[in-house]
């Protein structure tokens, strides 16, 4: 493995091990865990060493990732024997719960942690399943780390649970999965797999979402027959918690990244109308059902709880929703099928949202779909991939606009083996000024709007004033006139002139003969 990082993309560690299957890198790319055919190790990015072989730490585990980190890489945890054992990530010393125990946190009355999921957001909070007699519970809590001040600098010594959530789901089924063998007949291993599908669609399961602000459990409810989503917003300190009953099986649930929005896609069983016509010399002629998948929509930030936004058929079974605004994709790529949505807010004073169908992206054989980074683009991709005549089929990618327009069609003759948008740069804030921003923002606003009417008033003051200046200056000018002509005897010399006028006396001659004419009665 080699990793390179830096404005110069400097080459900066060097994994030189053998048979390497697995590579996990944490949250804040400061560790690598490395799996090989012989052991798990963990590595330093920073000082591009190995610190350790995992033995001992870590089982002979098929799930993947196998350590779980907290949110800024300072802890790592596993579950193992049914209690959560945590560590110092920088030293991987174990932190133990009490001095005298070889584990971080046990569960009471008897249970057995079955898995554990930091908080992707706070690296306090940890969420935990929990196994018992009664039935299933799920913890969050708040994570106390003691330290203690050594030669190399603090060392956390013990680790302290505070729960803020305790939640029993005594209904909820534990299924048990069928192990398939190489004896079973193939009637055994198809009958073991639908089994262990059912199973699956009723296993117990959770997952935060990617800020951290909220926290899904999935559960099947043994006395209802129905799959429920207990939804929890998560606080510093406090935990709120709704409920959501699905009819049907759930496909896919995925987080709106930056939102309160659910996707679900829902498989239904309908009953199809009418008597479906039997083959020949078969005695079945009952109705046969009809098997739909539904797109639902909710808004967790809904007036009345959990709110549907809007439910339509769709034929993907994965959701993609754009990393910004208010667009998602299904896909099945096995069928080359993608329709694109989105969610609309009303322009009234409910602000209600809408779920809309945007259209079908038509691109045969693609198989891979990914949105850029901004949500204004979506690009769906035929990669590279061997036909059934042995040419090769990936040639081609399409890009599509946040309304399905095409935009871009490009084919490649000689093959397109990756498809990649380029990252976005790093914001000029820093996460704490972002949410400082964000805390004062209708404060900014209003301060802003308040400096705009201040600047107006006083530009509408000067422009009266210089008027008003302006309105001075002429009528001082005028003034100065009028007693210029006054000093002059402008006035007089005028009138004067106008009597000695020859057009003066011509009229003074006319209108005293016709008062004449007046006086004689000759008018």
């Known amino acids: 493995i080699?990793?390179?990082?830096?404005?110069?993309?400097?080459?900066?560690?060097?994994v030189n091990e053998d048979d390497i299957t697995n590579v996990q890198i944490s949250p804040n790319e400061h560790y690598l865990v490395v799996k090989t055919a012989r052991e798990f190790s963990l590595w330093?990015?920073?000082?591009?060493?190995?610190?350790?072989?995992?033995?001992?730490?870590?089982?002979?585990?098929?799930?993947?990732?196998?350590?779980?980190?907290?949110?800024?890489?300072?802890?790592?945890?596993?579950?193992?024997?049914?209690?959560?054992?945590?560590?110092d990530t920088a030293t991987m010393r174990l932190i133990r719960a009490t001095p005298d125990v070889t584990y971080s946190y046990k569960a009471d009355s008897e249970g057995t942690i079955t898995?554990?999921?930091?908080?992707?957001?706070?690296?306090?909070?940890?969420?935990?399943?929990?196994?018992d007699s009664v039935g299933i519970r799920v913890e969050i809590?708040?994570?106390?780390?003691?330290?203690?001040?050594e030669s190399a600098g603090k060392v956390a010594v013990a680790l302290t649970i505070d729960p803020i959530l305790r939640r029993n789901f005594l209904n909820a089924d534990s299924?048990?999965?069928?192990?398939?063998?190489?004896?079973?007949?193939?009637?055994?291993?198809?009958?073991?797999?639908?089994?262990?599908?059912?199973?699956?669609?009723?296993?117990?399961q959770v997952l935060w979402h990617p800020e951290g602000t909220h926290f899904a459990a999935k559960s099947f409810n043994t006395k209802t027959k129905l799959i429920?989503?207990?939804?929890?917003?998560?606080?510093?300190?406090?935990?709120?918690?709704?409920?959501?009953?699905?009819?049907?099986?759930?496909?896919?649930?995925?987080?709106?990244?930056?939102?309160?929005?659910?996707?679900?896609?829902?498989?239904?069983?309908?009953?199809?109308?009418?008597?479906?016509v039997a083959a020949a010399g078969s005695a079945d002629n009952k109705p046969k059902s009809i098997k739909t998948l539904n797109l639902n929509?909710?808004?967790?930030?809904?007036?009345?709880?959990?709110?549907?936004?809007?439910?339509?058929?769709?034929?993907?079974?994965?959701?993609?929703?754009?990393?910004?605004?208010?667009?998602?994709?299904?896909?099945?790529?096995?069928?080359?099928?993608?329709?694109?949505?989105?969610?609309?807010?009303?322009?009234t004073s409910d602000k209600k949202l809408t779920l809309n169908h945007l259209g079908n992206l038509t691109h045969q054989n693609f198989n891979h779909a990914c949105w850029d980074p901004?949500?204004?683009?979506?690009?769906?991709?035929?990669?590279?991939?061997?036909?059934?005549?042995?040419?090769?089929?990936?040639?081609?990618?399409?890009?599509?606009?946040?309304?399905?327009?095409?935009?871009?069609?490009?084919?490649?003759?000689?093959?397109l083996s990756l498809f990649a948008w380029r990252p976005m740069d790093r914001p000029i804030l820093n996460d704490k000024e972002i949410a400082h921003l964000k805390n004062t923002l209708k404060d900014f606003i209003q301060k802003n709007v308040d400096q705009e009417a201040r600047d107006k008033a006083k530009k509408l003051d000067e422009e009266i004033e210089k008027r008003k200046k302006k309105e001075g200056v002429y009528i001082t000018k005028m003034e100065a006139i009028a007693r210029n002509d006054d000093a002059q005897q402008w006035t007089e010399r005028r009138e004067a002139l106008r009597r000695s006028s020859a057009s003066y006396q011509r009229n003074q001659k006319a209108i005293a003969g016709i008062l004449a004419q007046i006086e004689a009665g000759e008018l």
Not at 177 to 203: G, P, Q, S, Y
Not at 260 to 275: F, R, S, W, Y
Request: hydrophobic share 40%.
């Open 2 to 14: 080699r990793l390179w990082a830096g404005s110069k993309m400097s080459l900066i560690l060097h």
């Open 44 to 87: 330093s990015v920073r000082f591009a060493k190995k610190l350790g072989s995992l033995r001992g730490i870590i089982a002979n585990e098929t799930a993947w990732p196998v350590l779980k980190f907290n949110a800024d890489d300072s802890l790592c945890a596993v579950v193992r024997d049914g209690v959560l054992v945590a560590y």
């Open 115 to 131: 898995t554990a999921e930091f908080s992707p957001r706070n690296p306090n909070q940890i969420a935990m399943t929990i196994v």
């Open 141 to 149: 809590d708040n994570i106390i780390v003691d330290f203690e001040e």
């Open 175 to 204: 299924p048990v999965f069928k192990e398939i063998t190489e004896e079973m007949t193939e009637a055994e291993k198809e009958t073991a797999k639908a089994l262990n599908d059912v199973a699956r669609e009723r296993m117990f």
């Open 228 to 276: 429920e989503y207990s939804l929890f917003r998560i606080g510093q300190s406090t935990v709120t918690a709704q409920n959501l009953v699905i009819n049907g099986t759930p496909v896919r649930f995925t987080w709106q990244p930056d939102g309160n929005l659910i996707a679900i896609i829902v498989e239904v069983v309908q009953a199809a109308k009418g008597n479906t």
């Open 297 to 347: 929509v909710y808004d967790l930030a809904g007036k009345h709880g959990v709110t549907l936004v809007g439910s339509l058929p769709t034929n993907g079974v994965r959701i993609a929703w754009a990393p910004k605004g208010a667009r998602l994709v299904s896909t099945k790529i096995e069928q080359s099928m993608a329709d694109m949505y989105s969610i609309t807010t009303a322009t």
């Open 374 to 415: 901004t949500g204004r683009f979506l690009a769906t991709c035929t990669l590279f991939r061997q036909g059934s005549d042995g040419r090769n089929e990936g040639n081609r990618y399409v890009i599509w606009d946040i309304n399905a327009r095409e935009l871009v069609n490009e084919r490649f003759p000689d093959g």
